[in-house]
Nanobody, 121 residues
Framework: QVQLVESGGGLVQGGGSLRLSCSAT????????MGWYRQAPGKRRELVAA???????NYADSVKGRFTISRDNAKNTVYLQMNSLQPEDTAVYYC???????????????WGQGTQVTVSS
């Protein structure tokens, strides 16, 4: 059984910063891509940022230059540093990881439970 546990959400004023963390636990052989998604009320879930096992990154245009994704492979953890937060960043943020639990097993997509980020104006 694999679990992704997120932390770090909360309420912040516009212009402020938050750092999200997501740790994978359980039977893990290897983790491939990891990423952060968000879903605002009435909107579809969207990719915020992603990072490969080789640390290549990809960002949504709306967060480029403000958010930074990173990972600690030894801790099976992915981070999202969010700076210059704006009210439109308000959403539930979910982490995702592609995880193989056994040698030669396929990578399966796992999701965290979500953490609320609220940015006040």
């Amino acid at each position: 059984q694999v679990q992704l546990v997120e932390s770090g959400g909360g309420l912040v004023q516009g212009g402020g910063s938050l750092r999200l963390s997501c740790s994978a636990t359980g039977r893990i052989f290897r983790i491939n891509d990891m990423g952060w998604y968000r879903q605002a009320p009435g909107k579809r879930r969207e990719l915020v940022a992603a990072i490969t096992s080789g640390a290549s990154t990809n960002y949504a245009d709306s967060v480029k230059g403000r958010f930074t994704i990173s990972r600690d492979n030894a801790k099976n953890t992915v981070y999202l540093q969010m700076n210059s937060l704006q009210p439109e960043d308000t959403a539930v943020y979910y982490c995702n990881a592609q995880i193989s639990s056994y040698l030669s097993a396929a990578y399966l997509s796992h999701w965290g439970q979500g953490t609320q980020v609220t940015v006040s104006s």
